[in-house]
């Protein structure tokens, strides 16, 4: 038994440095380059998810049986044969996630952390497997304990990139206190953007993008080297080039694929994603004809349902700076400026806060809800009370309550919101009662109730709002 054993230690020796070297090379072999490739190399990789569990399982028992071992030989010896395993494990899940990144073309600052997590996790593997024979005869008594911690660390970072990816940025860290935060040096940095208030693009084709797009062409996860989350980015396009040819619908590739089939594996949305509406794909149709601009407030040949509301100034907030500043130290929010421009007011994010935002803390910014002209409350945990603090947000245009408890109870109370024509609900509790309520909000045009009780079954009827 031992020397089979010793047989399989020496075998994985010789075959752990040509492991390691392949390893560091792999990603300037087979450059994450933004490209789709072979669709079986897609086909294999979406085992990575499935796999992945695989080595972290192991990897979390071999200090427990180390531990334990000291006692219990036998359990030691579990230990390096368990070690042993996650070697091949892990070299296993590196190269089907690799696959999967590569063959999909996904690319991103989250996708490349993760990837060379899970590559210097591999190695620190082997690394633990190659000295661990030492520590046991006695000649290295902290090598090892030492290696085994830094690969354990090195496993939380790497799952929490994968986390990111799926869950968001803030997937293992939105419940640290702000003390660990502050001392990790963790703090979730908004998309800023400088918009042009009341052009078409801030008022009609960006929130198109914000709801259908965002989630897998933005700073977390890029597919095909594309974000859309900026008009710059927007423009700039992706590793195949311009995705937008201002004045060419026809040349845009952003058109042509909202504009497949649904069963073309280049439609977008993508991942199940309902289809756009024919009167938003007409939208960007028609401004891109016009040229594509971020500053036009409109396009020729497209007449709204209802006259656009005239946006008015929120007045100056420069002397609540020191006020807001202190705001976002404490309860990890973000009031971010429109523009350069203190009149055309600020976004309040609360991604830094995540489910520790609730209706408490909402309450606590009504000093400055009328100069906050957007609110994206999404994967928080505000309920049916925040709508007696967001009543007093005069100003605000576009509000953001995805994934959170919301039922609909108080919707009503946004009918005073004469600015307000985004609402974003997907993912929420409310219900068909909802809808009546809506239509009766004569200002919105975007209203989003994707996955929830109240998504419309058909377009709805002329001069009512667009569910």
């Not at 531990?67 to 089907?96: D, N, Q």
């Not at 030492?146 to 790497?158: G, K, N």
């Not at 952003?254 to 991942?271: A, E, H, Q, V, Y």
């Not at 009031?335 to 055309?344: A, E």
Request: net charge positive.
């Amino acid at each position: 038994m031992g020397s089979r054993a010793d047989a399989s230690r020496r075998w994985l020796a010789r075959f752990s440095l040509p492991a390691i070297a392949t390893l560091v090379l792999l990603p300037f072999l087979w450059k994450l380059d933004g490209q789709s490739h072979a669709d079986w190399q897609q086909l294999i990789g979406r085992f990575h998810p499935l796999a992945v569990h695989l080595p972290i399982g192991m990897l979390l028992l071999i200090p427990l049986l180390e531990i334990r071992g000291l006692s219990h030989p036998a359990l030691r010896e579990a230990a390096g044969f368990i070690l042993g395993l996650s070697v091949l494990a892990t070299l296993g899940t590196v190269a089907l996630g690799y696959l999967l990144a590569y063959g999909s073309g996904t690319t991103g600052v989250t996708v490349t952390y993760h990837m060379w997590g899970g590559i210097s996790l591999a190695i620190g593997v082997l690394v633990c497997f190659l000295i661990r024979p030492g520590w046991v005869a006695g000649e290295f008594p902290l090598g090892y304990p030492i290696s085994l911690a830094c690969v354990l660390l090195l496993l939380l970072w790497t799952c929490h990139q994968g986390g990111s990816l799926t869950h968001g940025e803030n997937y293992l860290t939105e419940w640290l206190p702000d003390e660990l935060k502050t001392w990790a040096g963790i703090k979730n940095e908004p998309v800023k953007e400088q918009l042009v208030a009341d052009s078409f693009y801030a008022l009609q084709i960006r929130p198109i993008l914000d709801a259908n797009c965002y989630s897998c062409h933005s700073q977390t996860k890029v597919k095909g080297g594309l974000r859309l989350d900026s008009y710059a980015r927007l423009m700039r396009g992706g590793r195949s080039g311009a995705v937008i040819v201002p004045g060419r619908p026809d040349q845009s590739s952003l058109f042509k694929r909202i504009t497949l089939p649904p069963d073309d594996k280049k439609f977008m949305p993508s991942d199940g994603k309902p289809p756009l509406k024919p009167e938003q794909i007409a939208w960007i149709k028609a401004w891109i004809a016009a040229g594509a601009s971020d500053a036009a407030t409109t396009v020729a040949g497209v007449t709204l349902r209802r006259k656009p509301v005239s946006l008015r100034p929120v007045g100056d907030y420069s002397g609540l700076a020191n006020q807001i500043a202190e705001l976002e130290k404490t309860q990890s929010i973000s009031l971010v400026p429109v523009s350069r421009n203190s009149g055309d007011g600020l976004i309040l994010q609360t991604i830094s806060g995540g489910r520790k935002f609730n209706d408490a803390q909402l309450a606590q910014l009504a000093k400055f809800g009328p100069y906050i002209v957007e609110a994206k409350l999404g994967h928080t945990s505000v309920t049916d009370a925040c709508f007696d603090t967001l009543a007093t947000f005069t100003n605000l245009r576009a509000l953001h309550l995805e994934d959170t408890a919301i039922t609909g109870q108080g919707l009503a109370k946004l009918n005073s919101l004469s600015q307000l024509t985004y609402l974003n609900l997907t993912g929420t509790k409310v219900t068909g009662a909802s809808v009546a309520v809506l239509a009766s909000m004569k200002n919105l045009e975007h209203v989003y109730l994707y996955n929830t009780a109240a998504q419309p079954a058909a377009p709805p009827a002329k001069g009512t709002p667009k569910l």
